[in-house]
């Protein structure tokens, strides 16, 4: 199923709407305007909450779970209109004005364009459509890396944002312990000369066959549960195996190799810096500086709420304890002992680790 066939599959209402960035990239952006039963007297009724998926997934990560425990549906039901974002290259945003999806040059981009261009496009057009001038933000993983540089470097932008909610944030990736950010490193040229430079782990029909078919099969299922735990860390006691098919079909979601070159430009790295173009002619036409610029969080005002988990591979605690020194109003952080990279989405207990919480934060700030 598609993000409109989900959505629909559980009785919700959804819009999906196609937006332009600026730079001509097509992306699709989800709305679930109210819960199964519009409460037209909820003081919620019209707040926008906007949820931005992590590396290598998409807007389905936040619907991928019954609806009792997926954070779209839970949000929609508590009475808010719930937006979802699909960065440039995923599965829903693989279309540009004027660029073919095959050519190298739509896929010259990484993590510094989403910050750019992907976020303040979403926002504006939310706002318009919505008549609200300030949104709550909730994003997992690159969306929380995407948001810290959005918001730093755009004060318009973060204006806009009531609350950020950043659950298993990256900023730096100098201590991660995920195989895949290590692979992008030890095998860079390989992965370049491979791809083509282009598209990364995009959700082809053959992966979503074997995602929705195969996992589901005792055979299948170990490897399919190893593939997952291996980027993103193990706990098998957390996870609802009746829906390992969902996830598996529908991520990894892909991105661009260049994102990936990015990701591992910054391992053994405590900062978080823009892409390196690999010379100072390249980079200087890019940034006017020869080197690639830093992203300092400390300029960032926006309040902001965090919560980790001590298994996660990607972003593991050391790095988190980084960025928390760099956040500057920040209200409140949870460190789940056991949750690992995914549990923030997929967890059997997230609802009471995590979005009742949020939910919560929400409510004492309306």
């Not at 290259?89 to 364009?113: C, M, V």
């Not at 949870?334 to 009471?352: A, C, Q």
Request: aromatic share 14%; charged share 20%.
């Amino acid at each position: 199923m598609n993000i409109s066939q989900i959505i629909a599959y559980w009785g919700y209402p959804d819009e999906v709407y196609d937006i332009i960035t600026e730079d001509g990239y097509i992306l699709g952006l989800y709305r679930i305007p109210h819960g199964k039963t519009k409460n037209i007297d909820s003081p919620a009724q019209k707040l926008v909450v906007y949820l931005q998926h992590g590396l290598l997934t998409s807007a389905s990560s936040w619907i991928s779970n019954l609806p009792n425990n997926s954070l779209g549906f839970i949000l929609a039901d508590a009475g808010y209109d719930v937006w979802m974002g699909n960065s440039r290259g995923t599965t829903w945003s693989r279309k540009h004005l004027y660029l073919k999806t095959n050519s190298k040059d739509f896929w010259a981009f990484s993590f510094d364009e989403m910050a750019k261009y992907d976020l303040p496009a979403s926002i504006d057009f939310i706002v318009k459509q919505t008549g609200q001038d300030e949104i709550f933000y909730v994003g997992h993983s690159q969306g929380t890396t995407i948001a810290l540089i959005t918001f730093s470097t755009t004060p318009k932008m973060a204006e806009r944002i009531k609350i950020l909610f950043a659950l298993a944030p990256v900023f730096s990736v100098k201590y991660s312990k995920s195989p895949l950010i290590k692979i992008a490193y030890k095998l860079k040229s390989l992965i370049k000369a491979f791809s083509g430079n282009k598209d990364f782990l995009p959700n082809t029909s053959f992966k979503r066959f074997v995602g929705s078919k195969l996992c589901p099969l005792p055979f299948f299922n170990k490897i399919c549960l190893n593939i997952l735990f291996m980027i993103s860390g193990y706990d098998l006691k957390n996870i609802n195996m009746s829906r390992l098919d969902v996830y598996m079909s529908q991520n990894p979601a892909g991105t661009s190799v260049q994102n990936m070159l990015h990701w591992s430009q910054l391992f053994h790295s405590s900062q978080l810096r823009a892409f390196d173009w690999g010379s100072p002619v390249l980079n200087f036409v890019h940034f006017n500086q020869t080197s690639s610029p830093l992203y300092d969080v400390t300029n960032m005002k926006v309040p902001t709420a965090t919560w980790n988990g001590e298994r996660d591979l990607l972003a593991d605690p050391k790095d988190v304890k980084i960025l928390l020194s760099e956040i500057r109003n920040h209200i409140y952080h949870k460190t789940i002992p056991y949750y690992n990279h995914m549990d923030f989405l997929f967890g059997l207990d997230v609802y009471h680790e995590v979005y009742h919480e949020i939910v919560d934060i929400i409510q004492g700030n309306l």
